[in-house]
């Protein structure tokens, strides 16, 4: 708990303190500036976001209203798996309603600890966090693609197709200050690839964007395949290959004890999407 209004500082170290008083146990302490929660601090802090939830499904069950289910990703995720799932939920008629945080995969588990939200779609290597559960749903693989015009017939399946493209025609793909954009340069460096960036990204989905512009090639994952339509070349290359990463499903095994309906949401994100 940093900085701030006084006033709402003051006010949240009273409320913390009739609580403390209440419980007869210590739930925060200070380090300089900062409240720090204790273990039966968190431990309330948990508790009350299960109450929550089982109040919220409650109010749903009684209204017979849909469910809501929060999910956390980031924009390629949403656009690229949430997408075509919820697209599926709503044509079967299931009787849930989902509101989309957009979150950094390192910003993920901390809100899935904390059940701010209830799931997670994130990459699988971000999971290190003690006490989460997951489901790997899909694969994230990387190519290169070239609009048909550009290309030509400057294509021809060679080895060097990939590093003679770069030097030819303006790239997209996301920006330097992406862990994606280090990977996919110290990869190109390793295979003696020049990378050649024109436009800097902050998301895939702009980039496929810049690449149905017909002005631009983009590095883009596989998966946006089926939005792009036709009109591309498609070149992929080891350099591309080692940036393949698994994307997983997570969620906090607490939300199953508070609300078993999402035990059918699991399993709907895991099926294969047509």
């Known amino acids: 708990m940093k900085g701030g209004d006084s006033a709402r500082q003051s006010l949240y170290s009273r409320q913390i303190k009739e609580l403390e008083e209440f419980f007869g146990v210590e739930l925060a302490n200070r380090r ?74 390192s910003e993920i588990p901390l809100k899935l600890q904390n059940m701010d939200v209830d799931f997670g779609i994130v990459r699988t290597s971000a999971l290190a966090a003690e006490g989460l559960e997951s489901r790997a749903i899909c694969s994230m693989d990387y190519a290169l693609y070239v609009p048909a015009a550009l290309a030509g017939k400057k294509v021809q399946g ?68 089926a939005e792009l339509g036709g009109g591309f070349v498609k070149v992929t290359r080891p350099a591309l290959d080692r940036l393949s990463r698994s994307i997983s499903l997570a969620w906090n095994p607490r939300l199953l004890r508070v609300r078993p309906a999402a035990r059918r949401v699991i399993d709907v994100f895991s099926l294969p999407q047509q």
Request: charged share 20%; aromatic share 12%; proline share 5%.
């Open 32 to 105: 300089g500036k900062v409240l720090a929660l204790t273990r039966p601090g968190w431990e309330l802090v948990w508790l009350d976001s299960e109450s929550l939830c089982l109040l919220d499904d409650f109010k749903s069950r009684s209204r017979k209203l849909p469910y809501r289910f929060t999910i956390g990703a980031g924009d390629s995720l949403y656009a690229w798996v949430v997408a075509p799932v919820l697209a599926n939920i709503q044509q079967r008629g299931l009787p849930w309603l989902f509101a989309l945080e957009n979150l950094r995969n």
């Open 158 to 225: 060679r080895e060097d197709d990939f590093s003679r493209l770069l030097d030819m025609f303006p790239l997209a793909t996301l920006g330097s200050g992406s862990g994606f954009h280090a990977s996919l340069k110290r990869n190109c460096a390793e295979f003696g690839v020049r990378l050649r960036v024109q436009c800097e990204t902050q998301s895939f989905p702009f980039a496929a964007r810049m690449l149905k512009s017909g002005a631009f090639m983009a590095i883009l994952p596989c998966m946006a395949e």
